[in-house]
């Protein structure tokens, strides 16, 4: 059974940085491509960033490019969302996830409807 377990949520400034982190167990974490969604409270999910099997090729919404990171680790089985020049608009539900199914390299899957595996969620909350 997949399980993503995300952490690194928290109460910061505007223009200051978190990371998340988020550990994924129960297959073959090198094979899969992972995502990052957020949820703001009475918004849809949306899409924030995606990251290859091999971490070679990654893609990101347009309101966090050049501002966000999106990074993994296959040794430790985990992927990283570091987040930096933080802002109020960025407050949101944070949610980790990957499809059941295997993209090739340059397949960059954003809608939600794409990731079968959720976590949780962590809370990010940027006060002004």
């Known amino acids: 059974q997949v399980q993503l377990v995300e952490s690194g949520g928290g109460l910061v400034q505007a223009g200051g940085s978190l990371r998340l982190s988020c550990a994924a167990s129960?297959?073959?974490?090198?094979?899969?491509?992972m995502g990052w969604f957020r949820q703001a409270p009475g918004k849809e999910r949306e899409f924030v960033a995606h990251?290859?099997?091999?971490?070679?090729?990654?893609y990101y919404a347009d309101s966090v490019k050049g501002r966000f990171t999106i990074s993994r680790d296959n040794a430790k089985n985990t992927v990283y969302l570091q987040m930096n020049s933080l802002k109020p608009e960025d407050t949101a539900v944070y949610y980790c996830?990957?499809?059941?199914?295997?993209?090739?390299?340059?397949?960059?899957?954003?809608?939600?409807?794409?990731?079968?595996?959720w976590g949780q969620g962590t809370q990010v909350t940027v006060s002004s």
């Open positions: 990251i290859n099997w091999n971490g070679g090729s990654t």
């Open positions: 996830a990957s499809p059941r199914a295997r993209y090739t390299y340059w397949e960059v899957p954003r809608g939600q409807y794409e990731y079968d595996y």
């Open positions: 129960g297959r073959t974490f090198s094979s899969y491509t």
